[in-house]
């Protein structure tokens, strides 16, 4: 059945399995604020990381359909796993059904292309969700972009979300499992000289991060080239920034009951925010 979606300029949705989608948000509102935006947060079934790739797929499909009949125009998948587990099937299965002008981006793609400018050894490093090391995604587009000029090494990290999301990040506790982690991935390759945080959750951990990771290693996180690729979408497709309305406002939505959200996105935003309640089906 397809669906009847409002047809006037809208805002520009982000949307994330829980929180770390709002480091993408904060990011991308503050190289572009003139834009309107929805970010909406399926934080009631979170976290995705250890779900399937159908369950991934089918709970993305609906947010960025409710994002959709909210009146966006363009959605960002700010989750590294929706984006590797649920993306290219939106758009392959789904957007020619609903409405071929509207568009969904994800956040890997442009981590990816990033990755030629920062590493000076062709050794990248990467730390995410299990589900998103278990995809293979940033291997896949590393190899498709690069042929083999760029290696990335990954590193599963099942414990940081849950550190994060738990406001356990800046702990003693957390010290134990980002050592872990980091020294695992460079003793697999000790000619890295970049690690990505492929989790919009991790840079709440970047302190830790730091700390365990050598002067030499550069580390990166998504959002500053998530957004300046997005400007740059836009700035190549006039169709689209045409349909974008300009209001400088920004609404937030959670699956979970709002008090919750609004506490937690504080620490991911430096600001308060006051969510409203949506339920996906």
């Known amino acids: 059945m397809t669906p009847q979606l409002p047809t006037n300029p809208g805002p520009i949705g982000i949307f994330d399995s829980g929180y770390g989608g709002l480091t993408i948000l904060r990011q991308i509102r503050g190289m572009m604020p003139q ?36 009146g966006c125009r363009l959605v960002i998948l700010g989750c590294n796993t929706a984006s590797a587990k649920a993306l290219r099937s939106i758009q392959q299965n789904d957007l020619p059904h609903w409405d071929p002008t509207r568009r969904v981006l994800g956040i890997i793609h442009p981590t990816v292309e990033a990755m030629g400018d920062i590493t000076h050894t062709g050794h990248v490093g990467l730390v995410a969700t299990p589900g998103t090391i278990r995809s293979g995604s940033y291997e896949i587009e590393a190899e498709k972009h690069y042929g083999g000029r760029v290696k990335v090494v990954s590193e599963a990290c099942p414990m940081w979300v849950s550190l994060v999301e738990n406001h356990e990040y800046d702990s003693p506790g957390a010290d134990y499992f980002v ?86 996105a504080t620490i991911f935003l430096g600001t308060t925010v006051e969510a409203e309640r949506v339920y996906l089906e």
Request: aromatic content about 12%; hydrophobic content about 35%; charged content about 25%.
């Open 35 to 70: 834009y309107d935006y929805i970010y909406l947060g399926d934080n009631a079934r979170a976290p995705y990381g250890t779900r399937s790739f159908e369950v991934v797929y089918e709970f993305t499909r609906q947010a960025v359909l409710r994002l959709f009949e909210m």
């Open 179 to 264: 050592e872990k982690r980091i020294g695992n991935l460079l003793r697999h390759d000790p000619e890295i000289d970049t690690i990505i945080l492929g989790c919009t959750h991790f840079p709440l951990l970047l302190n830790k991060i730091l700390k365990y990771t050598p002067r030499e290693v550069k580390i990166v996180p998504q959002g500053e080239y998530v957004a300046s690729s997005l400007r740059n979408y836009l700035e190549r497709h006039a169709e689209m920034e045409n349909m974008l309305t300009k209001g400088s406002t920004c609404q937030f939505y959670t699956t979970e009951q709002p008090e919750n959200f609004n506490s937690s």
